[in-house]
């Protein structure tokens, strides 16, 4: 299965579908990393918070290796925790980064959450610019931030985020947010983009939309993803359900079931209170 690209504001392409590889670990994200690329998967979400750089790293090269696919053909991501926003330690954060993923540069170094209690999003922001200035990192971007926090890293540098990874399910939809990116050029990435363990999976507007198309629940939320313009990051341990997942892109949703489903959206849906402008995560 080959998966659409679309192209980021920096000139680089990037998959239109991604895998999430948040819990996984160990044998188990290698064996789940390792199916998802044979599905055809070609963007993997890492975090330095999820502990698995290293397991995300080998599965991607060891897979690379043993079908003689080029290096340009997949793009790894990975994410700067809260811990490191000085400055000079998201420089030494993202070397330590690419040294865990064993790869030749960081495709996609996006800060993981603006914490902006502890407030050094700003500096953490400069060092990114700096990694990809030097050629570590090659596309820079930002996750959890608001239109403000956006505002203030682009004044300060000139430099705007390529992707910004937010919430976004069918009790969340990130209108505002949405519409703050297509303003600003920058691609919006969907997390928990199945609404993991809350999924709506029984709600009509998503049965009825996945009856009609012959599809699953899961398959009708992800096309709705895609159709919204976001690039879903869902996570399967389950070879299955990431062939499902990724197979998104041979039907196409009405505009009535597209609204339908974007009227689950709640105000208090988020998944567990992740507001950016509360939530601190180090
Ligand atoms: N930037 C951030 O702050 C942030 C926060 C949260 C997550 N993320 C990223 O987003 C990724 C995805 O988010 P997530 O894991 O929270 O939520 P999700 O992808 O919406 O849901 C994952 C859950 O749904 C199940 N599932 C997957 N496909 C299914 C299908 N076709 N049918 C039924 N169930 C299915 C999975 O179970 P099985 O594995 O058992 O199949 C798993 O329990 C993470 O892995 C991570 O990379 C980023």
Redesign the pocket.
Known sequence: MTTPALTLNDGHDIPAIGF???PLKGDEAHDAITSALDTGYRLL?SAVNYGNEAEVGKAARDWLKANGVDRDQLTVQT?LPGRHHDYESALDSGMESLERLGLDRIDVLLI??PNPITGKYRDAWRGLVELQRRGVVRTIGV??FTADHLSDIVDDTGVTPAIN?IEL?PYFTQEHMRAVHADRGILTQS???????Q?PFEESAVADASAAHAV?P?QAILRWQVQLGSVP??????PE?QA??LDVFGFELTQEEMDAISALHREDGRLFGGDPNTHEEM
């Open positions: 999430g590889t948040y979400d994410k993981h959450w996750s959890n990874q399910h997390w928990s983009p199945l609404g993991k363990r999924a699953t899961a990051l869902p996570k399967s341990a389950t359900r499902d997942n």
